[in-house]
């Protein structure tokens, strides 16, 4: 079973910068697609972003593209999201996720392997 445990979330001002982190273990971090997902308030669970097990590959929301930048480091098991120009409307909790698929309708976290959450708060 693998373990994720997110840290880094807060209270930023709009256009501001923040960065979120993961932490796995119990599993081959390597061999994982990493990524992020995130949730606000009455709203489902989105896609944000995720990166291949190489690190090689990265995707994004458009909503977030051009702002936000994933990356891992494998030899710390850890993956990052660092979020710049941040609007109120990407307050959420983030949830770190691992082993992603792509489908056709879009990343999929088939195994359920999340994170707790980690609450981030864009103020206007």
């Known amino acids: 079973q693998v373990h994720l445990v997110e840290s880094g979330g807060g209270l930023v001002q709009a256009g501001g910068s923040l960065r979120v982190s993961c932490v796995a273990s119990?599993?081959?971090?390597?061999?994982?697609?990493m990524g992020w997902f995130r949730q606000a308030p009455g709203k489902e669970r989105e896609f944000v972003s995720c990166?291949?097990?190489?690190?090689?590959?990265?995707y994004y929301a458009e909503s977030v593209k051009g702002r936000f930048s994933i990356s891992r480091d494998n030899a710390k098991n850890s993956v990052y999201l660092e979020m710049n120009d941040l609007k109120v409307e990407d307050t959420g909790v983030y949830f770190c996720?691992?082993?992603?698929?792509?489908?056709?309708?879009?990343?999929?976290?088939?195994?359920?392997?999340w994170g707790q959450g980690i609450q981030v708060t864009v103020s206007s």
């Open positions: 990166i291949s097990w190489s690190g090689s590959n990265t």
């Open positions: 119990g599993g081959v971090f390597y061999n994982y697609a």
């Open positions: 996720a691992a082993d992603l698929v792509r489908t056709t309708g879009g990343w999929t976290n088939p195994r359920d392997y």
